[in-house]
């Protein structure tokens, strides 16, 4: 008997329509959006790894990270975001303080050492940059050292250090320092500095390049910039140290994650924090990228001081104090260097 197909399309529209909304919930089950204020050449090898561990897809927004942060502000409980990644430690406090960001199991950061922990348990740091100085052991004797970034606005230092003001991770140094010392304290420094003639530079590169190429004879910067130099040249001519154990030169900035609240995906999302405090993937962050274990069960990269040196040098403050740039800048502005 002849049906006429339109008497069967709602039937239809209805069947395609719990398929689709199946096969929605099926994608969704295993697959997780992070968002990441760090670069697609870092993060992409480490997603793949734990996709092929777990057969959990990720799927990756990349951003800088503070527009990241604005943006989950204003999706709120709108975003389709399950995890943040950030750069820095600013940003993640500024996100845990506002409650974007959920609880995580005391599990996953009761054993890692207080200078990669946030007071508020709401994210983790995922690897550690330490703050350092590059210098030039040709034009450099050993036992003349800073021994505190304080130092650097003696007049033996006149002229002969660099640093980059405008620089993001410097700019983050800039806010450690103020919540160590106060404002008072850091403008002072800052406005020494630029005294004693302190030579600008765009970035943290630059400056390592500078001091090879005999401009300045020591620069502020992230510990990983000059061995990523050695590794392509060998023979570079530059050196680096920390200050005396303690001293806030010694800021270790860390690239945090966290969980954000409401998602659905909470125990997906908590399996990628824990795959990135293994140490498969701690053993990549300072084999690769350079940059400082969270845990100390890893190799140790030859061209990094060890983990444990980190510790006894790094100074004690708490991470989620750091989201206030837009008093840095404004300092930075007041000593007219921005």
């Known amino acids: 008997?002849?049906?006429?197909?339109?008497?069967?399309?709602?039937?239809?529209?209805?069947?395609?329509?719990?398929?689709?909304?199946?096969?929605?919930?099926?994608?969704?089950s295993d697959s997780l959006t992070l968002y990441s204020g760090r670069g697609e050449s870092m993060v992409k090898p480490i997603v793949e790894r734990f996709e092929q561990a777990t057969g959990i897809r990720v799927e990756v927004r990349y951003g800088g990270t503070s527009q990241l942060a604005v943006l989950l502000?204003?999706?709120?409980?709108?975003?389709?975001?399950d995890l943040f990644w950030g750069q820095d430690a600013g940003a993640m406090g500024a996100l845990g303080?506002?409650?974007?960001?959920?609880?995580?199991?005391?599990?996953?950061?009761?054993?890692?050492?207080?200078?990669?922990?946030?007071?508020t348990g709401r994210w983790v740091a995922a690897s550690g940059r330490a703050r350092v100085f590059v210098y030039s052991p040709e034009r450099t004797r050993s036992n003349a050292l800073p021994q505190s970034i304080f130092?650097?606005?003696?007049?033996?230092?006149?002229g002969r250090v660099g640093w980059a003001p405008t620089n993001g991770s410097f700019q983050s140094f800039v806010t450690a320092m103020r919540v160590k010392h106060g404002d008072e304290v850091t403008l002072k420094w800052l406005q020494d500095m630029k005294a004693n003639n302190a030579q600008v530079y765009r970035n943290?590169?630059?400056?390592?390049?500078?001091?090879?190429?005999?401009?300045?004879?020591?620069?502020?910067?992230?510990?990983?910039?000059?061995?990523?130099?050695?590794?392509?040249?060998?023979?570079?001519?530059?050196?680096?140290?920390?200050?005396?154990?303690?001293?806030?030169?010694?800021?270790?900035?860390?690239?945090?994650?966290?969980?954000?609240?409401?998602?659905?995906?909470?125990?997906?999302?908590?399996?990628f924090i824990r795959f990135l405090l293994s140490a498969e993937a701690q053993q990549y962050f300072t084999s690769t990228v350079?940059?400082?274990?969270?845990?100390?069960?890893?190799?140790?990269?030859?061209?990094?001081?060890?983990?444990?040196?980190?510790?006894?040098?790094?100074?004690s403050?708490?991470?989620?104090?750091?989201?206030?740039?837009?008093?840095?800048?404004?300092?930075?502005?007041?000593?007219?260097?921005?």
């Open 1 to 28: 008997m002849y049906r006429n197909p339109m008497y069967r399309r709602p039937a239809m529209i209805a069947t395609l329509l719990l398929i689709t909304l199946l096969i929605t919930a099926c994608d969704r």
């Open 204 to 271: 943290n590169s630059t400056q390592v390049q500078a001091v090879a190429d005999g401009q300045i004879d020591f620069g502020i910067v992230n510990n990983y910039y000059l061995p990523r130099s050695i590794e392509n040249d060998s023979d570079f001519p530059a050196s680096q140290a920390f200050f005396q154990a303690g001293d806030i030169g010694n800021m270790v900035n860390v690239a945090g994650i966290g969980i954000i609240a409401g998602t659905d995906m909470q125990p997906e999302a908590e399996a």
């Open 73 to 81: 502000q204003e999706e709120g409980q709108r975003t389709p975001a």
């Open 151 to 158: 130092d650097l606005t003696d007049p033996h230092y006149k």
């Open 97 to 119: 303080k506002a409650g974007l960001l959920a609880p995580l199991p005391s599990d996953i950061y009761q054993d890692l050492p207080p200078i990669y922990s946030s007071e």
């Open 290 to 315: 350079y940059e400082y274990p969270v845990i100390g069960n890893v190799e140790q990269n030859p061209r990094l001081e060890s983990f444990e040196h980190l510790l006894d040098v790094a100074p």
């Open 317 to 338: 403050i708490n991470l989620d104090d750091l989201e206030d740039l837009e008093g840095t800048l404004g300092l930075l502005r007041q000593a007219d260097l921005i």
